[in-house]
């Protein structure tokens, strides 16, 4: 008999096998828990249990009809100086889309000393025709800035920055274009559900995906989370009989 798989009695320490099976079990209950609440709302271990505030669709897919809460719109207004506007940042009142104008971005006008932004969310499907191989992740929003005085639309002299939060898997920021979309330079923030671009000029933006990509349908999640609990059960029931 191996020595080292002998214990002595009243040893309270498991011996490898038994620890191995625990082990085991707890992983199991923990991808049960991963695969039925993917994608998740609550950050799971990588990410600190981090929650996001459920996202307010225009539109909502028939899931969220009964619990959606509209979207908020957003409003400010900039002051001009002899050189243009300062450095600033105009947000949704809910978060879910902001633009951030660098310094000088609007140009000075004469008898102008402010502007007015504002950021309107909007269906996109309401907008026009989904981009081949794309489909539409989360609302639109309209931004757009006026001089105060004259309500003509303001000259941007510099690029902006163009932020939206997505609901699902988005990847693209598009800005919509007289015949279709345009494809923004793109970086996208998993953790905070985020996409970003510059644009060199303000109007409709919209988050969107491939259009192949899907989440792991309800039922299946359900199915595969159950797999991975039993699977756990029986590990810990055969850890007893060691």
Do not use: C
């Amino acid at each position: 008999m191996d020595r080292r798989s002998v214990r002595r009695d009243g040893d309270p320490r498991p011996g490898p096998h038994r620890a191995l099976a625990w082990g085991l079990a707890i992983g199991a209950v923990y991808l049960g828990v991963v695969v039925f609440s993917w994608p998740p709302t609550v950050r799971l271990l990588y990410d600190g249990l981090v929650p996001l505030p459920p996202y307010r669709w225009v539109t909502p897919p028939p899931e969220r009809a009964n619990d959606n809460q509209p979207p908020r719109p957003g409003a400010d207004t900039l002051v001009l100086g002899p050189q243009g506007s300062p450095a600033a940042e105009v947000a949704t009142e809910d978060d879910q889309a902001l633009v951030t104008f660098p310094a000088a971005a609007l140009a000075p006008r004469p008898g102008e000393s402010s502007v007015k932004v504002r950021l309107t969310p909007l269906d996109p499907l309401a907008l026009g025709t989904v981009p081949a191989g794309r489909r539409f992740d989360g609302n639109a929003y309209r931004i757009e800035a006026t001089y105060a005085a004259s309500a003509a639309p303001v000259v941007l002299t510099a690029p902006v920055t163009v932020v939206l939060r997505y609901p699902a898997h988005a990847t693209l920021l598009l800005r919509a274009q007289d015949a279709g979309w345009q494809v923004l330079h793109t970086t996208r923030f998993d953790g905070s559900q985020q996409v970003l671009a510059p644009a060199n000029d303000l109007g409709v933006f919209v988050a969107a995906s491939p259009s192949a990509r899907r989440g792991t349908p309800t039922a299946a999640r359900r199915s595969l989370a159950g797999g991975f609990l039993l699977a756990a059960i029986l590990t810990a029931l055969a850890a007893r009989w060691r």
